[in-house]
């Protein structure tokens, strides 16, 4: 590193700690820059396949009501999706290197969405813990470093919330219901809850980037702090549900003032990101396929933009 | 490789909240001219009635000041507090000036 480039770090080191906000066109070291890419554009990808489980129920909602409000929450996953992309964009990358990234595989996404969503109870599971845990790992994001990613998820939070509300009514309609939907709810949650906890990510002993995106200000909370807290908060919600989180060492430690729970089957995890999970294959697949399929939409709207803008051209040509 | 398989140009999105007020940023979007950018606009940035009018701008045509200028740019406001109402001390007897 030249002196040059070692007093700029400084100041921006300097400029971070004093919870400043970088901006695009600030000077910023590579590594910063290259861990922001990385992370926002796996957010981005999270947000687009996350659509896949839920759009499997869209045709399926047992109401009218329950399918506006599906088809609502699957539309701000898409929306989401676009204000990361944008905000990664402004660090340097194309989008079509990202999309190009996910769909070779390269790039990963919260390995979450490789599960299946197999009956409807999952749609309040997912709502209700999947983006429960997410939220948790968002809400912090909003005072990140990086201003165009901050701001990204101030709007991302904001819509968020309605999303775990009503993943959190189907569950209490179910958890109320007949006993058969007493069971699926129940069901739904003993498949959801462990990798709901995987989303916060490994523990802290084995998360190496964590020290230094905490120094940056991208992370803000360790991933073993946002477990605990997401498990104490969601342990009376599902007592109010009449419903069992599936550990049996799950159990209130007074004199830490949180719950114990149980070890996580990390080799599970790790066998999921690797591709091996139950819907890795489909997920990708049905993304290169959209993406493909949509070739010659976004072609044909070339095509057309470039001809009005050929006739606006002759036009002023002609009255000139 | 043909023009037609370029990305779609990059548009910034200004969106005025209520009437009334002025337009602010509210992120960009990707689209293939400025009559489907503000119909994308519309679906990614106003699901909630957040806008009453949209403006779209193809990213290249802004032109922004350099943050290395940020200095010479800005600085020689900071001497001049004299423009602010709160660098006269008046009489407390004309308190609401």
């Known amino acids: ?67 506006a409000i599906l088809l609502a929450k699957v539309q701000d996953e898409a929306g989401h999706g676009l204000y990361l992309y944008s905000a990664a964009e402004t660090l340097g990358v194309t989008r079509e290197q990202m999309l190009d990234d996910l769909h070779t595989g390269k790039a990963k996404y919260s390995s979450i969405f490789n599960y299946p969503t197999l009956t409807w109870a999952d749609m309040g599971a997912v709502g209700w813990l999947v983006d429960g845990a997410a939220i948790m790992n968002q809400v912090p994001l909003c005072k990140c470093s990086y201003g ?133 294959k489909e997920r990708l697949a049905a993304r290169v396929k959209a993406h493909e399929d949509g070739a010659w939409v976004r072609e044909a709207a070339n095509a057309y933009a470039q001809k009005q803008q050929a006739k606006k051209t002759n036009a002023t040509t002609h009255a000139a | 490789m043909s023009s037609t398989q370029h990305e779609w140009p990059l548009w910034e999105v200004f969106i005025r909240s209520r009437q009334g007020l002025g337009h602010k940023h509210a992120g960009s979007l990707h689209a293939a001219d400025a009559e489907m950018a503000i119909q994308n606009a519309r679906d990614v940035y106003t699901r909630r009635q957040e806008g009453v009018s949209i403006w ?42």
């Open chain 1, 148 to 280: 165009p990613y901050a701001r990204a998820m101030v709007r991302v939070c904001k819509e968020e919330s309605f999303h775990q509300r009503q993943g959190f009514q189907v569950m209490l309609n179910l958890a109320q219901g007949t006993p058969e939907q007493k069971a699926m709810a129940q069901d739904a949650l003993n498949r959801w809850w462990w990798p709901s906890l995987m989303m916060f990510g490994p523990n802290d002993s084995d998360s190496p980037h964590s020290a230094q995106s905490m120094k940056w200000n991208i992370k803000r909370f360790s991933n073993d702090e946002l477990r605990q807290r997401f498990v104490d908060m969601t342990v009376p919600q599902a007592e109010l549900l009449g419903l069992t989180i599936p550990d049996s060492d799950l159990r209130w430690n007074e004199e830490r003032g949180h719950y114990d729970f149980g070890e996580i089957q990390w080799e599970e995890f790790y066998n999921v990101i690797k591709g091996n999970g139950p819907c890795n």
């Open chain 1, 1 to 67: 590193m030249s002196p040059v480039e070692m007093n700029l770090e400084a100041r921006f080191d300097a400029y971070v700690a004093e919870e400043k906000k970088i901006e695009p066109k600030d000077w910023m070291p590579d590594a910063y820059r290259k861990t922001l890419i990385r992370q926002i554009s796996q957010h981005a990808h999270s947000e687009i396949v996350g659509m896949l489980p839920e759009g499997n129920w869209i045709s399926r909602a047992p109401s009218l009501k329950r399918k």
């Open chain 2, 56 to 97: 779209v701008v193809p990213a290249d045509a802004i032109a922004a000041s350099s943050p290395d200028d940020k200095e010479v740019m800005f600085d020689p406001a900071n001497d001049k507090v004299y423009r602010h109402p709160t660098f006269y001390k008046l009489p407390d007897e004309v308190n609401n000036m």
